[in-house]
């Protein structure tokens, strides 16, 4: 974990402009938007952005969680009127039963299953009864097809369906699930990938979701 804290904190000042600020980074964070922008309706909901580094989704959020005190101090920066927190995921400054939603994007990708299901187990405590997680994870399916293997713990952990349907049965019950960025868009010349952003969408609906790069997972406490 602090070799990912390390190296989160090393790109802060230039995360959000590397990653995002291009056609393949507006991409995926209008996709994400989509479905963020239908999850979240309720407008005095307590919402926590865990690791949300610089601050991309913190709109979303009421408060956000970070382990990088680099990417934190930019966050607040951005947000002045928000908590943020810098502390690790699986130890959160929160108490019992006291948040409605986690949101939690590009994060657990980085991570090995046990740290993932601790991390779970400490959202659930936070969560109030009936509360949700929503969370991206890259496809197994979609790496398998592709035979793609990561060298590195970067982005390296990943989930079909079927194991997020069992990843911690006793806490959570999976209520929707999406795919996102099916269309190998990294591909198209970046004159014209913002006109595939509705197909992509409507095809990442159907059962095709299971082989888009990533799934967003919608769960809810038991």
């Not at 990088?68 to 130890?91: G, L, P, R, T, W």
């Amino acid at each position: 974990m602090n070799e990912i804290v390390q190296y989160y904190n090393r790109l802060a000042g230039q995360y959000n402009e590397d990653r995002f600020n291009n056609t393949y980074g507006r991409y995926i964070d209008a996709q994400e938007r989509k479905i963020l922008n239908r999850l979240l309706q309720n407008p005095n909901a307590i919402v926590l952005d865990l690791a949300c580094g610089s601050g991309r989704l913190l709109n979303y959020a009421t408060m956000g969680a970070d382990a990088s005190s680099e990417m934190v101090q930019i966050a607040q920066s951005k947000y002045a009127d928000k908590k943020i927190y810098c502390c690790n995921a699986h130890q959160l400054p929160f108490d019992d039963h006291s948040v409605d939603t986690i949101i939690s994007f590009h994060f657990l990708m980085h991570l090995d299953i046990t740290y993932v299901q601790q991390i779970l187990q400490e959202c659930h405590r936070i969560l109030k009864p009936g509360g949700r997680i929503i969370f991206d994870i890259p496809s197994k399916k979609r790496r398998t097809l592709l035979h793609q293997q990561q060298q590195d713990w970067h982005g390296a952990f990943s989930l079909s369906l079927d194991e997020i349907k069992i990843l911690q049965p006793e806490l959570f019950n999976l209520q929707q699930s999406f795919g996102l960025l099916l269309l190998p868009i990294h591909r198209f010349p970046k004159k014209i990938r913002q006109y595939f952003t509705a197909i992509d969408a409507a095809l990442s609906k159907t059962f095709f979701k299971e082989y888009s790069s990533y799934l967003v997972i919608e769960y809810q406490k038991k």
